[in-house]
């Protein structure tokens, strides 16, 4: 039952309030984003934000940090009026955020990332590098993050850019420190550093507002917890009050049955091989050179959802970038593809063959931000919507429609910006698109970042049904729990190296993390 703001803890009226948020609406076109929505932030707490992809959570957060200026309703930062028409505004005020979509230039370097309109200066207005550099370093050291503060942005993996956007929030010393999805694209050891981070900001009096779908994380480190559903607010409950099971029940309005592992007869040996790896080895050349893959083999069955496991930095991208031709560097081995054996050079290879890939950063390398719905989804699939080289609008409307229901994609209309969507509902999009191309083999890498626990659901049950049809699914996650989950059976890696396979009846979070934290110089390659 939606709930109102007169419904929070009493401690909102005995304790100093740094943020109230008063009847905050907000309206894209014909979407009504946000409904009314009141609840205050106490001094000093962590306040998680919970609710499913498109329960206004992001949209409030851009309000809250200036980036969405016009709205209805109000905003009163320490018991004063405030409204933010800039990023800038809300700094000034002493509201910062760290973006669950990173916004970082890929060309600059991490140093002149973190102080991006906010340059170290000398007399005369020229940079000061070098105090930029030393700086960043230290804000790095915090983090316990071994990042050159001289490195472009764009050489980093997307754990390390997230590092990256995390200590550029904390440059900023602010007093409201909004925290989207931080924890995103982070290992299990960095998350750790990062509560650590937070338990000294906490201790300075920092007041820090978490969105998470990770109900361990949110349990962890809340102090209280609000739960919005399609842009209204629910409830605020206090963390040690409730559940895990009563905040999902609040967020989907239904109850959630408990995820079963999968069973399948996929993985027995009297399957077909979709896919053959012998001896795969990717060596990347220049700065960060090295062999990033060695001598990985394996093979996926038909109709056989493989899981990929392993810490950051593992080479768990960097296998799926060499099956799909993207890899950066010189990859060599032996990959056959129904017992054809193939080397494929650029995507469009690989997608002739029957391969399609999910990359794990949605926004940079999965959407085309600049396109609709319709135009996201068609981009892959256009020659089988044409006659003598022409696109038949109707026969693509046509297919759109169909996935899009098939996926149960949340949107007014096909026509509508892919921006506008929740993360969740973006993702069945680009998973959409590589369906419209009729794979045999799906190569997902992290599908579930950034997506609520309904949506997640929806694409265990969705990965479920695309194996039962045949399609084989090579998926990496960087939650255990979900490969256990959706798998048939798992593949560990480890600095490169292939280190432990178990079918899903002897895999186990500790198994696997035994398997995933031995190092090259433990580690050979399995079979040898």
Do not use: W
């Not at 960095?190 to 109900?215: P, W």
């Not at 609000?226 to 905040?247: A, K």
């Not at 060695?294 to 060499?322: C, D, K, N, P, Q």
């Not at 969740?424 to 998973?431: D, E, P, S």
């Amino acid at each position: 039952m939606i709930g109102t703001a007169n419904e929070q803890d009493s401690a909102a009226d005995s304790a100093a309030v740094a943020l109230s948020v008063r009847r905050v609406g907000k309206q894209f076109g014909a979407v009504q984003a946000l409904n009314d929505v009141s609840f205050d932030i106490l001094r000093g707490e962590l306040h998680a934000v919970m609710g499913e992809n498109g329960a206004g959570k992001s949209t409030l957060m851009k309000i809250l940090a200036g980036v969405l200026p016009e709205y209805d309703g109000e905003l009163r930062v320490n018991d004063r009026p405030a409204r933010f028409r800039t990023p800038a505004d809300a700094e000034a005020a002493g509201v910062g955020m760290i973006h669950q979509e990173l916004n970082l230039v890929d060309q600059l370097s991490v140093a002149a990332n973190i102080f991006l309109g906010r340059e170290i200066c000398r007399r005369g207005g020229l940079l000061n590098t070098a105090a930029m550099n030393r700086r960043a370093a230290e804000l790095l050291g915090e983090l316990e993050a071994e990042i050159a503060a001289e490195t472009q942005v764009r050489r980093l993996r997307i754990g390390d850019q997230q590092l990256v956007e995390i200590a550029r929030a904390l440059s900023l010393q602010t007093d409201i420190l909004i925290m989207d999805e931080p924890t995103s694209a982070l290992t299990e050891t960095e998350v750790d550093r990062l509560y650590r981070v937070i338990e000294r900001l906490r201790a300075r009096g920092v007041t820090i507002i978490y969105i998470s779908h990770k109900m361990d994380e949110v349990f962890h480190l809340a102090d209280r917890i609000t739960v919005l559903r399609d842009g209204r607010f629910v409830r605020t409950l206090q963390r040690r009050e409730t559940t895990p099971r009563e905040i999902a029940h609040l967020m989907v309005g239904r109850e959630l049955t408990d995820r079963q592992t999968r069973t399948s007869a996929a993985a027995g040996p009297g399957r077909e091989i979709a896919l053959q790896v012998r001896d795969l080895s990717l060596t990347q050349h220049g700065r960060g050179s090295g062999q990033r893959l060695r001598r990985v083999s394996f093979e996926l069955r038909r109709g056989e959802i493989l899981g990929l496991a392993g810490l950051m930095g593992a080479g768990r991208t960097e296998l799926l970038e060499s099956l799909f031709g993207v890899a950066r560097g010189t990859v060599t081995g032996e990959v056959k593809v129904d017992g054809q054996v193939c080397r494929f050079r650029h995507p469009a290879e690989a997608k002739q063959a029957g391969l399609m890939m999910v990359s794990e950063d949605r926004k940079r390398l999965g959407l085309f931000r600049q396109l609709n719905v319709r135009e996201n989804i068609s981009v892959s699939a256009l020659g089988g919507m044409s006659g003598f080289g022409v696109i038949s609008p109707r026969v693509e409307r046509q297919q759109i429609a169909e996935v899009m229901t098939s996926l149960g994609v949340k949107a007014d209309s096909p026509e509508i910006a892919i921006t506008s969507l929740s993360g969740g509902n973006q993702q069945k999009c680009i998973l959409a698109r590589c369906l419209l191309t009729k794979p045999r083999i799906l190569l997902l890498d992290d599908p579930t970042r950034g997506v609520d626990i309904g949506a997640k659901s929806e694409l265990y049950a969705l990965m479920s049904q695309l194996a039962e049809a045949g399609i084989s699914i090579l998926v990496t996650s960087s939650e255990l729990p979900e490969l256990l989950a959706v798998s048939d059976r798992i593949l560990v890696l480890s600095e490169g190296v292939l280190t432990a396979e178990f079918t899903a009846a002897e895999a186990s979070e500790q198994k696997i993390m035994e398997a995933a934290t031995l190092g090259r110089r433990r580690a050979e390659p399995v079979g040898d």
